[in-house]
């Protein structure tokens, strides 16, 4: 090597120098390139495994609401419902969003729309996995406003229901307006275990706060009592079905007649009750103890015929012992006929 470098003139040296020194550099060059361009790929991979750390961090924290939110659509389908039962959970909820505030008391005389009736619909089985249940709904005087606005509440409620049909009419010289909708409620044909299931699920952390005292569906009405009062078992609620299959129908033996079910109670506690009330003529729903004092919060049922789910929650008094209340209670103002059904008692837990 070194006679081969010794014969070589002073300019072969120093081009075969360059020559080397060239082929070095682009060693360098094309070896940094590739490790800048792996760098840059690393910060590529890395800056997407942040986005979708974060992305996967919301959506995880999207999935309880979520969740709630899919339980509470859930609850609105059985396969086990009957057409009756299907027709009375779709006419509370066309009650509840004809309402002012549809979020607010079902008891409130404040109306977006009025509906007088609900006729009886028709329910179609599909053969694909779920039912069709179809109603007319009937809306003989409204504002345009408040129509359009019940029928966006129509669209956005979550027993699926969907507007098949529409027809608002005016007269030539009036104001206001009339409409008819036809609306149709899809109900899933789903298990009837999971669908009892949903709502508990939707609201667990409520139920963590409760402890459940008592529960009436209608079946026995010995669990009542009456002053002046005739109780009995009815299959319906007016003429619509009960729902679940039976109520207690109680009708007035004179004005001031009374029903209620009597319930023994931790003193010193709070409660919260639930019930499901339709009347013929104006009621109170109230809570007493074993000498007639009310509690308060007093509710005012009207006498419309049409059936409201009411809440309330009460302080019992007492020392030690158990106390006797009427819980619910229902005091007849003038006479007439109440149903009742779905009695839930709570405690509520500290």
């Known amino acids: ?102 979020d607010g008391p079902p008891d409130s005389p404040n109306k977006l729309v009025e509906i007088p009736m609900l006729r009886e619909g028709a329910l179609r089985d599909t053969g694909h996995g779920y039912r069709e249940y179809q109603l007319s709904i009937k809306i003989p005087q409204a504002d345009i406003y408040s129509v359009v606005l019940f029928l966006i509440r129509l669209q956005a409620s979550p027993q699926s229901l969907r507007i098949d049909g529409l027809d608002i009419t005016r007269a030539p010289d009036g104001q206001f307006v009339g409409a008819s909708i036809s609306v149709t409620r899809t109900v899933v044909a789903g298990s009837a275990e999971d669908t009892e299931g949903a709502p508990e699920e939707a ?55 009374a029903a209620y079910m009597e319930q023994e109670l931790d003193p010193k506690s709070t409660y919260e009750l639930s019930v499901e009330v339709a009347a013929t003529n104006p009621v109170l729903l ?15 049922v009207p006498g419309d015929g049409k059936c409201y789910r009411y809440k309330m929650a009460f302080t019992t008094g007492g020392d ?23 009695v839930v008692l709570k405690k509520v837990v500290d």
């Not at 409520?206 to 009995?232: N, P, R, T």
């Not at 809570?287 to 005012?300: L, P």
């Open 1 to 102: 090597m070194n006679r081969f470098w010794e014969r070589l003139s002073e300019r072969e040296r120093r081009l075969a120098a360059a020559t080397g020194m060239v082929i070095c550099l682009a060693l360098v060059v094309f070896t940094g390139v590739r490790a800048v361009g792996r760098v840059r790929d690393l910060d590529r991979t890395i800056t997407r495994l942040d986005q979708d750390i974060v992305n996967y961090t919301e959506q995880d924290a999207r999935g309880v609401s979520v969740s709630k939110a899919y339980a509470g659509v859930a609850a609105q389908h059985s396969s086990a419902w009957t057409g009756p039962e299907i027709h009375n959970r779709l006419r509370q909820e066309i009650y509840r969003l004809a309402l002012e505030n549809p």
């Open 203 to 257: 609201s667990k952390s409520d139920l963590q706060a409760m402890e459940h005292i008592a529960s009436w569906d209608g079946s026995d009405v010995g669990a009542w009592k009456g002053d002046s009062c005739d109780l009995q078992p009815s299959t319906t609620v007016g003429e619509l079905a009960a729902n679940g299959g039976s109520c207690l129908k109680a009708v007035a033996g004179k004005p001031d007649a």
């Open 286 to 300: 109230l809570v007493v103890d074993a000498k007639g004092t009310r509690y308060e919060g007093v509710i005012d």
């Open 320 to 342: 030690k012992e158990k106390v006797k209340l009427g819980a619910p209670t229902i005091l007849f103002k003038d006479g007439g006929t109440a149903y009742l059904d779905n």
